[in-house]
C-alpha cells in the first residue's frame, strides 16, 4: 500500500474479521472496537437491526482526520426473530433448537466512515443446519466454539460438519464479506493491491 493512504482502523473486537482483511492483504493500521449496547429495540426486524447497530458501531469510535474505520455486524434471523451472540449454554442450546433442520438467515451489514462520510453495505446470506440428535448437540457445546458467535455456531468450525448447503457469501457469514469490504475500501483511496 503506498504511503499516502489513509489509516485504517478497523472497528472491531472480532478475531475473525481481523483474519478476514488479513486474508485480502490488507493490515490495519489500529485495531479500535466499538463498545455499543446491541439490545435490539422492540419489535425490530433482523435486517433493520443489523444496519442499525452497523451504524451505531461506527458511529461509536472516535475518529481523527484521514482515517477510514471500518465496522461490520453479522445476524442470524430465524424469520423475524434476531439470534445474536448466546449469553451462555442454555441460550446456544436454545438459539440451535431453533435452526436445527431448518434454514436461516445471516445479514453482514459493514459501514465505512472516512473524511467523505459514510458508506453502508447489506449482505443476507441463507444457511441450512442438518437436524441436530440430543448427542451432536452435546458434542458441539462441548466444544465451546458458539460462544461469542451470532446465532451460536460459526461455519468456519466444527459447526461445519452439519451445513449442508448455504447461498450467498461465505465471508459474509463469518463475519466480514470480503468483496464488498476491498470495493468500499478502494472506493476511500484503500486499494486492496498486495494479495499474494
Ligand atoms: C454466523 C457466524 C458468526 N460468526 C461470528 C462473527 C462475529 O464475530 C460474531 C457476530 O457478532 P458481532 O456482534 O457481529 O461482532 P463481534 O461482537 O464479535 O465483534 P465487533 O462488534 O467488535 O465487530 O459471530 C462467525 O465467526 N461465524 C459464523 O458462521
Redo the contacts with the bound molecule.
Sequence with gaps: MSADRPRLVL????P??LELLRQIGVEPDEVR??DID?TPLKGELPRAYCRR?TRE?AEAIPRNPGEVVL??????AVGRRIL??PADEAEARSFLGLLSGRRHR?VTCLAVISDGGLREREVESIVKLDRLSSGDLDAYIATGDWK????A?????P?GAFIPWMSGSYTA???LPLRETARLLAAVGLTVTEAA
Excluded: F, H, L, W
Design positions: 472497528g472491531s473486537a472480532s475473525r474479521r472496537p466499538a446491541e447497530v458501531k465496522v461490520a455486524d453479522t445476524t442470524v445474536g451472540k445471516v461469542g458467535k451470532a446465532g455456531y460459526a461455519i468456519q468450525g459447526a457469514i463469518m463475519g
